[in-house]
């Protein structure tokens, strides 16, 4: 999936959390977004998970515009946020976050989403069976 952020700016009042930010991330590459507190990387983020709206600029997904307005949306392109601090939550294994990010919770039969995670980490040369076992 290729995606990219044009022009997007935020604010909030008078206040410019994103002013202009520019970003494309091509399939099967992984960035990171740094900057100091108050940057406004995580108003970034939430635009691009549907957790917030963007005051303007456009978001593409694959060659062709794409507007969403909530996080089920950008889930059902296959746009989602792990937050760095997730206060709400106890802490889980791997397979436990792969498999509430695949259902509508934590259910009690793993052994298709083992596979389903397995194999997906296959895919990245990940090697996570340490980790799951």
Do not use: C
């Not at 990219?4 to 206040?15: A, T, W």
């Amino acid at each position: 999936m290729r995606i990219e952020l044009k022009d997007i700016h935020k604010y909030f009042r008078s206040v410019k959390a994103n002013d202009g930010i520019s970003l494309t991330i091509n399939p099967g590459t992984i960035h990171g977004i740094l900057g100091e507190n108050g940057a406004g990387k995580s108003t970034l983020m939430k635009i691009f998970a549907g957790f917030s709206q963007k005051t303007r600029g456009a978001i593409w997904v694959d060659g062709s515009p794409i507007d969403y307005n909530s996080p089920e949306h950008a889930a059902r392109i296959g746009i989602g946020m792990l937050y760095q601090d997730p206060l709400d939550f106890p802490l889980l294994t791997v397979l436990e976050n792969f498999t509430l990010g695949l259902s509508r919770g934590v259910i009690k039969k793993k052994t298709n989403f083992r596979q389903k995670l397995i194999q997906l980490s296959d895919s990245f040369n990940f090697n996570l069976l340490g980790i799951l076992l």
